[in-house]
């Protein structure tokens, strides 16, 4: 089985950096996704990770080190319309991802 | 848009009836998954499929029973339902179930918001 952890919630202000970390434990690994879920709307994909390091997306970037379970998600120059819920989702020997609680990511003007 | 679609968007039964909720994609994907998302809990798989078979059953009640068509339309057929089965009911696809080529993601439709009575 699975275990993924991730902060229930978060706040942040418009224009700052926030990171949104997510620890797991699984048998076998094949990559870590991250998505993210407006209220009432779709999770839509941001990141993907397999290999160690940094991957950069614009505004997003995402870490992964494998060796520690460890992945965080980083959000910088804030704006209000990234107020929504940050899944992590790690992917086992199954192919199918595995999805954490949600991190929900408020940013106050 | 993400190229997947579900019908209804909201729906409220009562404990005996009996619903159907569609989801439709129109990516030309090969795989598709129903998702149980309930508050404060994670995304729950319930069902996958691949080219119209079930690969995984997530011991889901038998009250929740999938239909598959065709590679393009998912059905989730609902009866008897308890109060505890309220939830968000996400239908997503992806090329395949097993991604080949790794970075391959899953596409997630609107949800239907589901209040059993």
């Known amino acids: 089985g699975q275990n993924i952890d991730q902060p229930t919630e978060m706040t942040a202000t418009e224009g700052a950096i926030v990171q949104i970390n997510c620890t797991y434990q699984?048998?076998?690994?094949?990559?870590l996704f991250w998505y993210q879920q407006h209220a009432g709307e779709a999770p839509t994909f941001l990141s993907y990770?397999?290999?160690?390091g940094l991957e950069e997306k614009g505004r997003f970037s995402s870490f992964l080190s494998r060796s520690k379970g460890y992945s965080y998600l980083l959000l910088k120059e804030l704006q209000m319309k990234d107020s929504a819920s940050y899944l992590c989702?790690?992917?086992?020997?199954?192919?199918?991802?595995?999805f954490g609680r949600g991190t929900s990511l408020i940013v106050h003007p | 848009e993400t190229g997947v679609t579900q019908t209804p968007r909201h729906l409220v039964m009562g404990m005996t009836n009996k619903k159907s909720l569609k989801c439709e994609q129109h990516?030309?994907?090969?795989?598709m998954y129903w998702y149980k998302q309930s508050a404060k809990k994670p995304l729950e798989l319930m069902f996958v499929?691949?080219?119209?078979?079930?690969?995984e059953n997530n011991s889901v009640p038998s009250r929740f029973s999938p239909e598959c068509p065709n590679s393009s339309h998912l059905f989730l057929h609902l009866h008897t339902l308890q109060p505890e089965d309220s939830a968000l009911y996400l239908c997503?696809?992806?090329?395949?179930?097993?991604?080949?080529?790794?970075?391959?993601?899953?596409?997630f439709g609107p949800g239907t918001r589901l209040l059993v009575l």
């Open positions: 499929y691949s080219l119209e078979e079930r690969v």
């Open positions: 997503a696809s992806s090329q395949e179930v097993q991604f080949r080529h790794g970075r391959e993601t899953q596409y």
């Open positions: 990770n397999v290999l160690d």
């Open positions: 989702a790690v992917r086992d020997t199954s192919y199918i991802p595995t």
């Open positions: 990516l030309g994907h090969n795989a």
């Open positions: 699984t048998s076998g690994f094949n990559g």
